[in-house]
């Protein structure tokens, strides 16, 4: 840390945090929208069988159904920690 | 025609009333014939801002219920020929409004000739806000420039596109637009609150207008003036605006940049 630097400390640009939390979350929702209601308790139960086995965080898990030309599938996945060396 | 609009939001406290007034009377003062309704039933709250609480005599409920005629329970404006307000009930419980009895007032409103219909929603998702929704033809999502508020605003989009007549009908959709208030440019520019780009940009949908926030807001409902009326007031003539893009009208964003400190006061703060 030189001298001067407290001169060029700025607040956090706290509004960009904001619009990137939204931007993920509100992406989220949206792809769970219309979709079955079961969605919420689906992710939350396989969340639980898969950290029987690796743990994973909440974060990890995600759980979408696409729509195209009159087919649903449900997508699933589920990012696995990284292995430490 | 009469078209119906829907002043919303999910999030409670952020302008939807306040927006219900200033939009409802900028209609009037262009010459529409307008009602606007409070649905937040065991909230009355409208009357206040438009300055006609003493002279609620039946509300919204009753006319549902039977127990006045529309024409009783409509307030005409003291200042605008044009414009009536609709009171909520103060006692009833929300079960009192029902979708059918809500689609009766509307259509009588229609026959009687009114060119616009401004349904104040209450806050949350439940059945006050859905029923407020539900005959929409357009919806003014009032969101303000937080995380709680522009989430909020999003679930109320769904519930536009799913749960109102124009969407359960294959109508077309609910014409959805974006009023952004309590906005703050000296805020934006020091980083610390989202820009309308930002909130623009994570919702999707067009900004009608953004409204500043500023202190004319209170003084104006507390005399029980909507703010738009107020001749000096920036929120007043942010709404002004607001009305004429409403109405089809192209007007320059205005208010968007905070007040150019003296050089003085940049280079000593303050
Ligand atoms: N642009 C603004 N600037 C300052 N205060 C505002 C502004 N818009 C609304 N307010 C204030 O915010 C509070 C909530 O407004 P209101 O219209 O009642 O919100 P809602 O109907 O969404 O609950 C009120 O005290 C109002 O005066
Ligand atoms: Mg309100």
Redesign the interface.
Same mark, same amino acid.
């Given at each position: 840390m030189g001298i001067l630097d407290f001169l060029k400390t %700025?607040?956090?640009?706290?509004?960009?945090i904001?619009?990137e939390?939204? %931007?993920i979350?509100?992406a989220q929702? %949206?792809s769970q929208?219309?979709g079955p209601d079961y969605l919420p308790l689906l992710r939350s139960e396989l969340l639980a069988v898969i950290k029987k086995y690796v743990n994973v965080d909440p974060e990890a898990v995600l759980i979408n159904v696409e729509r195209d030309s009159g087919q649903e599938v449900l997508e699933l996945s589920v990012t696995l920690p990284e292995v430490k060396a | 025609m009469t078209e119906t609009i829907v002043v919303t939001s999910g999030k409670g406290g952020v302008g939807k009333t306040t927006t219900s007034a200033s939009i409802a009377t900028g209609l009037a003062q262009r010459g529409h014939k307008v009602a606007v309704i409070d649905f937040d039933v065991g909230l009355r709250n409208l009357d206040l801002i438009m300055g006609c609480e003493r002279r609620v005599v039946y509300d919204f409920v009753n006319v549902i219920q039977g127990e006045a005629a529309l024409r009783q329970a409509l307030i005409k404006d003291k200042r605008h020929e044009t414009l009536f307000v609709l009171a909520a009930s103060q006692t009833r419980d929300k079960d009192s409004l029902t979708q059918e009895g809500v689609g009766n007032v509307l259509e009588a409103l229609a026959q009687d000739g009114f060119d616009y219909v401004i349904c104040d929603s209450p806050a949350g998702i439940e059945k006050g806000a859905h029923l407020a929704m539900y005959y929409a033809d357009r919806a003014l999502v009032v969101v303000n420039? *937080? &995380?709680s508020s &522009?989430?909020d605003s #999003?679930?109320i989009l769904?519930l536009l596109a799913?749960k109102t007549r124009r969407a359960e009908r294959g109508d077309g959709a609910v014409q959805q637009h974006l009023l952004l208030t309590r906005y703050n440019p000296a805020r &934006?520019e020091?980083? *610390? =609150? =989202?820009?309308v780009k #930002?909130v623009e *940009?994570?919702?999707g949908i067009p900004v009608l207008g953004v409204i500043p926030e500023h202190e004319s807001v209170l003084a104006a409902s507390n005399q029980g003036v909507p703010v738009i009326l107020e001749e000096s007031s920036h929120a007043g003539h942010a709404y002004t605006d607001a009305v004429a893009r409403l109405l089809g009208e192209e007007r320059p964003m205005r208010f968007l940049d905070a007040p150019k400190k003296g050089f003085l006061k940049r280079v000593f703060g303050g």
């Open positions: %700025r607040p956090k640009n706290t509004a960009n904001a619009r939390r939204l %931007r979350i509100v929702e %949206r929208r219309g | 420039p *937080e &995380v &522009v989430r #999003d679930r769904g799913s &934006v020091a980083g *610390e =609150m =989202m820009s #930002d *940009e994570v919702l």
